[in-house]
């Protein structure tokens, strides 16, 4: 008999699948049509552009930084600009439309060249097209980063020491791990790519004849699902076939590693700052916190709420208890669930915990609880399943811009945390945006279900 997990989870895939026809359809003729437009594209390519020399100069560090902004170019893009300028990154901005005369003079303060194209390829378009110009100019940077702007970047950790420093040939924020769901909650798989939001390439991956053959036989398309699969995943494929190190500041086990060592107030904490778009867990998550009797207070809650709720004196205002727990970065990646198991119940012994408020045992609930956060990262990526505990384990390096109700879910949570002292707030211009975006769902709860 097919268990129900399953037979839920087929009926979904179906009807997801169902569900996109309507939209496959619809872009079939432009699909058919791209091989001639490609061929059009390239042929003018690059008189086509629409360039402007920007003040800074190229140098060693580079970086592509694609944007798709019709309606104006957002504060935080600037401010990312001058963040890159600052740790000596060159940016030439790639925008996948039109530019404001304003829009573009203030872009070209803060870069080494602006580039208008048509919004043909999506992101890796962008990118492809900057790494063309690029190579034109001759030039061989020691460290180039990919970025787009589908991500505010930085938020309250700043990623670019470590992106820039990193041995790997190829740098992502976060990897994206496959899993085969089962029984258990799910099992990591050997399919992993990294997410192509923020890349970063090494001067050894740059001169490779496999990179630039890559980007040579790069076919630009409109159809997302093919972006996806020939960029995002092509390119971790192709670079990892061709025997080139690619590496994470962030994977599921390095996080999973860092919950079980969280004391049990920040697990609890961790738990109220969770975002869920699946109703069933988002009533586990309800039921953890009951058990630990902990406050359901909707919105910003006052850090000594939290010290009250377990007996505990947190000196300096709550700061103490709010340091993020990071593990080094030489640290061997753990790659198995079974390591990760063993953590777990290792954690459940270790302390020291404070004072137990909740119902039952501590060390079940811990438990439990660490199943639950095991389970659900198994199913939505861990920065967005947990904001609170993303910033605390890693650092909150970037926050998704995508209006999917989990994304929203997540940036409800993390300016929770935020008002409630619990994450450093990012740049003035990236948190008032951040709110803004957030505002249209402010009336759902907590965990935006």
Partial sequence: ????????????RVGTQIANIPHSLAALPKRLTEPRRARAYDAAFPAALHQTVGTLQPNARLSVLVLYQPGGVAGSTLA???????????????????????????????????VERPNFGYDFGAYRDGIRL??????????????????WCPMDADPLSALLTHAGDLVGIVQDEKVAHDRSGGR???RRHLESYCLSVSARLWRAPAFQAFWDGYRLTDYKPDTIRRGEIGLSRAMEAAGFDLAALG?????????????TVSLCEILDHAAYDDHQFAKENAVLLTRAGWPRAQGAREPRTVQATFDRQVPGEHEAALQRRRPERTEPQMRTSEATTSL??????????????????????????????????????????????????????????????????????????????????????????????????????????
């Avoid at 008999?1 to 979904?12: N, T, V």
């Fill in 1 to 12: 008999m097919i268990p129900g997990w399953k037979l839920r989870r087929e009926l979904a």
């Fill in 80 to 114: 990312t600009c001058r963040w890159l300028a600052a740790a000596g990154v060159a940016p030439l901005v790639v925008s996948n439309a039109p530019l404001a005369d304003a829009d573009r003079a203030a872009l070209a303060d803060t870069a080494w060249r602006v």
């Fill in 134 to 151: 690029i190579r034109a100019e001759g030039l061989q940077p020691e460290r180039l980063l990919l970025m787009n702007d589908s991500v």
């Fill in 188 to 190: 990591p798989t050997d």
């Fill in 251 to 263: 994977t599921r086990e390095m996080f999973l590693k860092a919950m079980a060592m969280q004391e």
């Fill in 344 to 449: 777990w119940a290792e954690s459940a012994k270790t302390g020291p915990h404070p004072t137990w408020m909740g119902s039952g045992d501590e060390a079940a609930w811990r438990a439990d609880a660490l199943d639950h956060i095991r389970r659900w990262v198994n199913r939505r990526r861990y920065p967005v399943a947990f904001p609170l505990g993303n910033a605390r384990a890693l650092g909150t390096f970037c926050l998704k811009k995508n209006s999917e109700p989990i994304f929203a879910a997540a940036r409800h949570s993390y300016l929770r945390a935020v008002a409630s002292g619990l994450i450093a707030p990012p740049p003035p211009p990236t948190l008032n945006e951040v709110t803004a975006r957030t505002a249209t769902v402010s009336s759902r709860r907590d965990h935006g279900i």
